[in-house]
């Protein structure tokens, strides 16, 4: 969720995070490394490095950092707030399966859409994936779009403010005007398209998934590149597979209550 809470800030401790951040991001970092990304002397961030390595957040390979398996164990603990993995992963492949495009399940937290597990139905795009981005912003993705449709404008203003409005290809929306009036003619629509707007030549259809209590826990796309995909389809017997998947997912957290 977003907060608007303008409480005080620690900068030791934004520092210490944007460290473990970057060396989860690059699978390892050296202090030479680390030196050359972080805005803080080589003696601040070693007593950084020392105290997440203390803290058991990070392992030392020689003279690279890695983190540890303790953060590991974190994020499950973080995981069993959502659908269990299980049935994530059955509703996402069958997803991608049945479609024949690539699927995804995100997490919405802080105005951004954090992987929780993707799946395709293509050996190219499995073995890209793997190698694909974790975290993704609201305006320019499928899902990101359908969520936005959903909120209040006060919510929307403070996700925008927060985030902006990064443009990541030709067609992705940088203005908010704009974004608002595309939000508009989604209207009663269960599901919104994104075509070109995340990356040039793909096009996805997504939508949100909601827990027991009707917050938004995250959303469900599935897509390809537009050369493969007929929109006509994509817009119904795909977004109606797609719908089918959400109320499969919503149905799972209903009954984990």
């Known amino acids: 969720m977003i907060s608007n809470d303008s409480g005080r800030r620690l900068k030791t401790t934004q520092t210490s995070l944007e460290i473990l951040t970057l060396i989860l991001e690059h699978e ?3 202090v030479a490394e680390l030196d050359r990304m972080v805005s803080a002397s080589k003696s601040s961030i070693c007593s950084h490095l020392n105290t997440l390595r203390d803290s058991r957040f990070l392992i030392k390979e020689g003279d690279t950092y890695q983190v540890g398996f303790r953060l590991a164990l974190l994020g499950e603990r973080a995981k069993a707030r959502y659908p269990r993995e299980e049935t994530v992963r059955e509703v996402v492949d069958g997803l991608a399966a049945d479609t024949g495009q690539e699927a995804n399940f995100t997490i919405l937290e802080h105005g951004r859409l954090l992987l929780f597990y993707g799946s395709s139905d293509d050996e190219v795009s499995r073995e890209d994936s793997l190698h694909y981005r974790s975290e993704y912003y609201l305006h320019n993705t499928a899902a990101g779009k359908a969520i936005l449709a959903e909120l209040d404008r006060d919510r929307i203003e403070a996700i925008l403010d927060r985030w902006g409005l990064p443009r990541e290809s030709e067609a992705t929306i940088a203005n908010r005007e704009q974004l608002f009036d595309s939000l508009e003619d989604v209207g009663s629509q269960d ?13 996805s259809v997504g939508a949100p998934v909601h827990d027991h209590t009707g917050d938004i826990v995250g959303g469900l796309s599935v897509g390809g590149p537009k050369f493969r995909l007929n929109m006509t389809r994509l817009e119904t017997d795909i977004a109606d597979e797609l719908l089918d998947a959400v109320a499969a997912l919503e149905e799972s957290l209903r009954e984990e209550r």
């Open 191 to 203: 599901f919104v398209v994104a075509d070109g707007e995340f990356a040039p030549g793909l096009v």
């Open 28 to 30: 390892g970092l050296t």
